[in-house]
């Protein structure tokens, strides 16, 4: 790092179970109880139906693809994604829910392929397979070498912060908490007594001060904060005002980071006080691929989110685009990113956060729109 730098790359949500899983070399069993797909592998059938074949079964790097030449290249000193699956072979299907996500544990290479340090799990899938399921994905990431946050046995564990060293006794601290907007049951929350996520019952400014609270009582002035949320409706770039106020309430007691997912594509990016908002990262794993309704939202593009962050405050933000093809990430084309860049322009345009393509595809936060400078 150099100086006092800090440089993160962020993603919004990886999905690596259901038709992702049956491409691994382990895949778990494929059966599936929705309603208009009962086996996992026809996810695999639409994708190769829409971009040509896939290998089955494939390398863990595969869904990765370009992705990972990308990171290697720009170099974050910490990888943190949204987590969007259980991880387990065990468990029962989670009741009352018409989707479910699970990854057989010894298709973790997927993830350790990535170099992840940090899997938030306060979301509406880790539980899909009960508390079984999510004792097994701890349990698994703890034992790859990958830090879960916001979940976990009891409320203690769900609320727990990860802990990353930073070197010279700085830390990046992240809380994973989820909303009932996301579609997290409220029975997910957990207790004393029952597993489950670190759950928000609401996003206002009152919920936002007790989380302030939890936070001011762990973080050193040193410190990099960061909390994820899952938050929010799948489609659509409207971030509504509870949202803005939940997060500009964080920034304000000191957090560097709102690290927003939920949305299947990329919402508005904002700057406020020199801390960062990211109200809705997309995906960025998938098996979505070859699913046809909602081609507006170009939803086969993706952004690797990296921003960097010195003693005070953002330094530079940049968003690299990137495609999803036969169920793989590649590097987007020139179109495709100068798409990308115009949408997030045009989202930011609403907080004063203007954006540009600058050289090599690579989509810059301008500091002339109210970035840093």
């Given amino acids: 790092m150099p100086g006092d730098e800090v440089t993160l790359f962020l993603s919004g949500d990886v999905m690596t179970g259901r038709g992702v899983d049956q491409i691994l070399p382990r895949p778990g069993p494929s059966e599936l109880r929705e309603p208009a797909v009962t086996d996992a592998r026809r996810y ?25 030449r990308l990171l290697d290249d720009l ?3 910490v990888r943190i994604v949204n987590l969007e699956t259980s991880v387990t072979g065990r468990g029962e299907f989670a009741a009352g829910k018409a989707i479910h996500y699970r990854m057989h544990p010894e298709n973790l290479a997927c993830l350790t392929a990535a170099r992840l340090d940090v899997c938030a799990l306060a979301n ?19 034992r790859v070498g990958i830090t879960p946050a916001g979940a976990g046995r009891d409320a203690a564990e769900a609320w727990r912060p990860a802990r990353i060293d930073l070197g010279g006794g700085r830390r990046l601290l992240l809380w994973s908490v989820g909303a009932p907007s996301s ?24 919920s936002a001060a007790a989380l302030a609270e939890r936070v001011a009582d762990e973080a050193g002035p040193g410190d990099l904060v960061v909390v994820s949320v899952h938050w929010g409706s799948n489609w659509g770039y409207q971030v509504p005002a509870e949202q803005v106020r939940f997060a500009h309430r964080l920034v304000e007691a000191g957090v560097h980071l709102v690290h927003g997912h939920s949305s299947h594509h990329p919402r508005p990016i904002e700057v406020h006080r020199g801390r960062l908002i990211l109200y809705g990262c997309g995906d960025l794993l998938d098996d979505y691929e070859g699913i046809g309704g909602q081609e507006s939202y170009r939803p086969e593009l993706r952004l690797l989110h990296l921003p960097t962050f010195d003693a005070g405050g953002l330094v530079r933000l940049r968003l690299v685009p990137v495609r999803i093809r036969r169920m793989r990430l590649e590097r987007a084309a020139p179109a495709e990113a100068r798409w990308l860049a115009d949408l997030a322009d045009r989202l930011g345009e609403p907080h004063r956060t203007r954006f540009r393509l600058g050289d090599g595809g690579v989509i810059m936060l301008d500091p002339a729109g109210g970035g840093p400078s």
Avoid: K, M
């Avoid at 509406?124 to 703890?142: E, I, M, S, W």
């Avoid at 579609?183 to 009152?206: K, M, S």
């Fill in 44 to 68: 695999v059938e639409l994708a190769e139906s829409a971009s040509g074949p896939v290998p089955r079964p494939a390398p863990p790097r595969w869904p990765w693809g370009e992705a990972l």
């Fill in 75 to 77: 170099r974050p000193d």
């Fill in 124 to 142: 509406n899938h880790v539980l899909d397979f009960g508390p079984r399921g999510l004792a097994d994905t701890l349990d698994g990431l703890r």
């Fill in 183 to 206: 579609g997290i049951p409220p029975q997910w929350a957990a207790t004393d007594r029952r597993a489950g996520v670190a759950y928000l019952p609401e996003t206002t400014e009152e």
